[in-house]
Nanobody, 124 residues
């Protein structure tokens, strides 16, 4: 069973930065599409950023464009989400998800494997 583990969340002041990491282990396929989602209390989970296996295709939600950057190190089976200029509205639990695929996946239901999430709180 593929395992997905996120880390890097925490409490940060508005305008600050955090980098989330997601490690995928026990892979059963050679290529994986990756996505970062978030869910704030009382709100639906939303896709924040996604990336194809090769990294050529990327997607960002409008609310994070220019502030967040998704990247990956396939040799380390790790995907990152660099979050800069954080705002209180970025406060949420962030989830990493993956699916055995080479392309970009933006539909939540297509993701097969999910981590437990890491909390990001932006507050002064």
């Amino acid at each position: 069973q593929v395992q997905v583990v996120e880390s890097g969340g925490g409490l940060v002041h508005p305008g600050g930065s955090l980098r989330l990491s997601c490690v995928v282990s026990r892979r059963t396929h050679s290529t994986y599409a990756m996505g970062w989602f978030r869910q704030a209390p009382g709100r639906e989970r939303e896709l924040v950023a996604a990336m194809s296996w090769g990294g050529v295709q990327k997607y960002y939600a409008d609310s994070v464009k220019g502030r967040f950057t998704i990247s990956r190190d396939n040799a380390k089976n790790t995907v990152y989400l660099q979050m800069n200029s954080l705002k209180p509205e970025d406060t949420a639990k962030y989830y990493c998800a993956t699916r055995a695929a080479s392309g970009l996946i933006t539909w939540e239901r297509l993701y097969e494997y999910w981590g437990q999430g890491t909390q990001v709180t932006v507050s002064s």
